[in-house]
């Protein structure tokens, strides 16, 4: 789930050419203080919230001559020292053709001088700059920020800011408008002058700057320019508008020093070192695991690498893997002949190259075999960004010896394949995930935001890429199905991205709504769209079907209700489909069957009744950070528990060591706060003893 970065309505700006909330600003004629004042083109757009603007009203303020910004033109015709594009320009169709189609016209307006300021915030169309010519490139990213330091408290765009006590620059601004939207996560070649982070931390950057012959690019993740409403007025505080005109004068002299060929050379910024992503234990059963490890950069050339298990009874084994350019330079150690409920240590280092190398450390607890009498914890949760937080700690604390991530895990709002790689990598470094994925077996399927972006569904374009994606970063079973519709078990192109395994008493149905779904007529052929897709239905018949799991956790990531919004990325869209999956279960007596979901940033558990012939239960489990949505916890009579909680996983205990057997779902938060508990048996759940 994500707010919408659209709509809008006409600008303020008198005498200006307004569409759909675009403003392309008047000549507005106003007097340098020193010189000739520059002129700059401004294309700007309204916060489609609170419909602020201000581009041009502060460049005007700083001097500026700022004139009507002409789409139909070249850059290099506009006759300006200045593009200035605002704010959400983003949402405008004007902006997104006119970067795609005068990418080289930009270019060459900066090559012989002139400056652009690039403010637009368009990582839901593409998360590049991809108007920068070579070397250099700028990245976005969906996080939101009101943190901004100075990166070069030297540089002239930064030394004239206000800074605070704590040493932030844009302080005190009204609370409706995020200070940086879309954060600047990547960058090449370029330097950080402002960052979300803290002094020293260049990563997310808020303003990077790049040179291009005798012009600069500037590309940038500040607000800072939404200042006045429609009449305006101001919208921000009277120290906030004083920042913002600081910046915009501060803009104007830089643009005026370019000009005269006078402003400081531009130093990059070098990039953090790319630290490793891994190991993560993916796949595991009682006899083998899957272990994922990408190297960092720095380790990118090393071709074999070597991972060395000892048992708990000191049994050592070795096996060797070759890092694969086609997955984004991981790798996938295979290893088998394992006992079933042994904990294992595991050690990878390069097999030659680096005797300096520090060990890559992990551990993991192989599964019960199928049918023996066992118990299993396995942790379940939904809806998590690439950030530091605890609650994966929690999980590891709570006993989980197994983990499932259900979607939206990590978010990536994109479908370009180097950032979805590059947001999956960030993703299993943050330092708590990290400790998490190389100390229990893990697996995960997608849902709206690593698919494509919030309510995608299988017609959207570019999904083979957050397809390819999505397989360099998870160690599942398998993936799908191969263009053949044969079972995917390596990381090559595919269709769908769906996978089950067996853990003890468990067998866990990782479905796919997403791939397939509104792309061919469903399974029965009676004109109505599918979810699933004709061989993922058959693929999970069989699979339930030929199950002696004593419990089966049926997996989707979008809710197995209708979310009554706007939104219809759920399986109330296909109830048809959904109906039909109830019907097979209870014609086939498939007992067991639990379903689970996520997606809706609120908790909840229904209990359907004897739908399949006994008490068929939905588990939701959202969300793992901390942005619930209440508006989505709606009344439904199936309704038992709901909670509007953040930072929320659950733990999910089967036992089958006592009679009938038990399977205890508990929702916990990040303190380790039970928020509620469901608690059924094998016999509930349609077994015959």
Known sequence: MSTPKSLGRRGFLGGGIATAGLSIAAAMPAQAAQGAPIRAAVLEFKDPWTKATGLAELLRRAGATVVAFDPTLPATAQGVDLIAFGTFTNNAPAYIDYVK????????????????????????????????????????????HDTIYP?????????????????????DRAAAIRVSWETLVDWESMRVLLSCAPAGKPTPPALLEGAHGKGRFLVTSLTVDKCFDGTGAPIQPAVAVSDSEAFFAAIAGYVAAVKAGTAPAVVPTPKPKDPAAGPMVGHTTSESTRIWLRPGRDHHAIPRWECTLTSERGKVEKVEATLTDANDHSLIFEVDKLKAESRYTFSIVPTAGDPA?????????????????????????????????????????????SFVFMGDTPYIDSVDLQF?????????????????????????????????????????????????????????????????????????????????????????????PRWFSRTEASWADIGQPTC???????????????????????????????????????????????????????????????????????SRALNYGPRVGYDLWQWIVSPLHDRTIASLNVPHPALVHSAV???????????????????KATWINRSGRRIFEVNTTSTELGHRH
């Open 101 to 144: 189609n005068q990418a080289a016209s930009l270019r060459d307006f900066a090559a012989a001088g002139g400056v652009v300021l690039d403010m637009a915030q368009s990582d839901q169309y593409s998360p590049k700059a991809s108007y920068l010519p070579a070397p250099l490139s700028a990245t976005r990213a969906d996080p939101d």
């Open 357 to 401: 190398f520090t060990p890559l450390i992990g551990a993991f607890t192989t599964a019960p075999k199928d049918n023996s009498k066992s118990r299993v914890v396995m942790g379940v949760g939904s809806c998590a960004p690439s950030a530091s937080d605890s609650v994966w700690d929690r999980i590891l604390a709570e006993g989980c010896d």
């Open 151 to 171: 990166m070069a408290p030297e540089h002239p765009l930064v030394a004239a800011l206000r800074t605070g006590v704590d040493g932030r620059v844009f302080t």
């Open 420 to 512: 979805a790689r590059q947001r999956h990598r960030e993703f299993l470094q943050v330092p708590e995930v990290a400790r998490l994925v190389r100390s229990v077996p893990t697996w995960g399927t997608w849902d709206d935001h690593d698919f494509a972006f919030n309510a995608s569904l299988g017609d959207v374009k570019g999904k083979e890429n957050t397809r390819s994606a999505f397989v360099d970063y998870r160690a599942n079973a398998s993936y799908g199905h191969t263009s053949a519709g044969e079972l995917q078990t390596d990381r090559d192109a595919g269709e769908g991205v769906y996978t089950s395994f067996r853990r003890g008493p468990v067998e866990v149905f990782l479905l796919d």
């Open 532 to 602: 699933l897709g004709a061989r993922q239905w058959a693929w999970f018949q069989d699979g339930l079907r030929n199950s002696d799991a004593t419990f089966k956790l049926v997996v989707s990531g979008m809710i197995w209700d209708d979310k009554q919004n706007a939104e219809s990325d759920d399986w109330g869209t296909f109830p048809h489909e959904r109906e039909a999956m109830f019907d097979f279960i209870k014609d086939e007596e498939i007992p067991g069957v639990v379903l689970l979901s996520g997606d809706i940033h609120v």
């Open 645 to 663: 909680e953040p930072n929320v996983f659950a733990r999910i205990e089967a036992d089958t060591t006592v009679k009938p057997a038990t399977l």
